[in-house]
């Protein structure tokens, strides 16, 4: 049992640690578009994935999954950007605020209607605006709002997964 435990935190001991901590800000290059709300990047040396802080995209099978996919492509596919972590996630991903020039990633998803603000997790003031910018995308129906009643991915999920 303890050679067990021994070798347990061996194993935490030699892992390495995030890139940067919550609130310290750091460039990368994106080297893969994972999905609607997710990256992988590189950054000294090392690849880093990325969660999208405060929204939440539609899943593979949902609709607007791909279009999703497909705008985050374009606006970093393989580009330098700022990442600011706002957390770190239980499945050790860094979750972040990514900004190119002036723009915001995460908010130009849920202005064009390919996410949600996602409530649960997105709790800073910035989150307000977000919810203001989904309003707007609803109102004119724009990308995912295009259907009549589109279903969140954290619904989504539930009813798909039970998770």
């Excluded at 435990?5 to 030699?14: N, Q, S, T």
């Excluded at 990047?41 to 995209?57: F, H, K, Q, S, W």
């Excluded at 099978?61 to 705008?71: G, R, V």
């Excluded at 609803?138 to 997964?161: F, M, T, V, Y």
């Amino acid at each position: 049992m303890i050679n067990r435990l021994l070798v347990i935190i061996a194993v935490f001991l030699v892992l390495p640690a995030p890139v940067a901590e919550a609130g310290e800000p750091f460039y990368a290059t994106v080297k893969r578009v994972i999905d609607g709300d997710s990256l992988l990047v590189t950054a000294g040396g090392r690849n880093v994935e990325i969660r999208l802080y405060g929204i939440d995209a539609p899943e593979y099978k949902q609709p607007f999954a791909e279009e999703a996919k497909i705008y985050v492509k374009h606006w970093v596919g393989r580009q330098r950007v700022m990442v600011q972590p706002e957390d770190v996630d239980m499945y050790g991903r860094t979750v972040a605020v990514i900004v190119q020039g002036d723009q915001v990633l995460n908010s130009d998803l849920v202005r064009v209607g390919l996410a949600w603000v996602y409530p649960r997790y997105c709790r800073k003031d910035v989150c307000k605006t977000w919810k203001e910018l989904e309003s707007a995308a609803h109102s004119a129906k724009s990308g995912l709002w295009h259907d009549r009643q589109p279903i969140a991915p954290w619904q989504w999920r539930k009813l798909e997964h039970g998770r």
